[in-house]
């Protein structure tokens, strides 16, 4: 069993940055991936962004292209999302979900989920 466990998320204004962590509790093989999620109010949960635990490939929604990026802390088992530029309609519960295969942008394809972390953006 692989816990996913988010921090980082809070409040911020309109066009700064945030970033986001995410730490697997532990690691099946040197080879999973991880991937961001988010849910607005009311809204379908959508995919933000994913990375491969070895490094590539990295994707990116189009939204997030050019303003998010990924980086990764192998010792700690953690992966981080940086946010850049952020956008009022960009407030949102992220999740980050771990998974044994490249999964890329398909959400079925992960096999454990974190909690959720709450981002809350003012004007």
């Known amino acids: 069993q692989v816990q996913v466990v988010e921090s980082g998320g809070g409040l911020a204004r309109a066009g700064d940055s945030l970033r986001l962590s995410c730490t697997a509790s532990e690691r099946a093989d040197t080879s999973y991936a991880m991937g961001w999620f988010r849910q607005a109010p009311g809204q379908e949960r959508e995919f933000v962004a994913a990375?491969?635990?070895?490094?590539?490939?990295?994707l990116f929604s189009d939204s997030a292209e050019g303003r998010f990026t990924i980086s990764r802390d192998y010792a700690k088992k953690t992966m981080y999302l940086k946010m850049d530029r952020l956008k009022p309609e960009e407030r949102a519960v992220y999740h980050c979900a771990v998974a044994m295969y490249w999964s890329g942008s398909y959400s079925t394809g992960y096999d454990y989920w974190g909690q959720g972390i709450k981002v809350t953006l003012y004007s």
């Open positions: 990375t491969a635990w070895d490094g590539e490939p990295n």
